[in-house]
């Protein structure tokens, strides 16, 4: 079983940047691939990006350029940095773990309750 509580969403101005932090419980972290997603009301969940237990990281091309996935399984976290930010972005941005990395929603058995990330123009 693993809990993951996501942190860092706020209110920035496009272009700015914000990370966003997600801290995982359990002793088995590591055996986890780690996901970003983001949904906006009356949309599916989006997602973002993904890195796997070996650290292969994998981007949504909206994304891509502007933000970094990362993880350390010392401290079991996994962050997600983002940088030039646009209106666009804007989304409740949702950790998640599974096994498998990759995009599809499926693949993860474990959620987050999300954070709001806003951006103004």
């Known amino acids: 079983q693993v809990q993951l509580v996501e942190s860092g969403g706020g209110l920035v101005q496009a272009g700015g940047s914000l990370r966003l932090s997600c801290a995982a419980s359990g002793r088995t972290f590591r055996s986890y691939a780690m996901g970003w997603f983001r949904q906006v009301p009356g949309k599916e969940r989006e997602f973002v990006a993904t890195i796997s237990q070996s650290t292969s990281t994998y981007y949504a091309d909206s994304v891509k350029g502007r933000f970094t996935i990362s993880r350390d399984n010392a401290k079991k976290t996994v962050a997600l940095q983002m940088n030039s930010l646009k209106p666009e972005d804007t989304a409740v941005y949702y950790c998640?773990?599974?096994?498998?990395?990759?995009?599809?929603?499926?693949?993860?058995?474990?959620w987050g309750q999300g954070t709001q990330v806003t951006v103004s123009s």
């Open positions: 998640a773990a599974g096994l498998l990395p990759g995009s599809n929603t499926q693949r993860y058995n474990y």
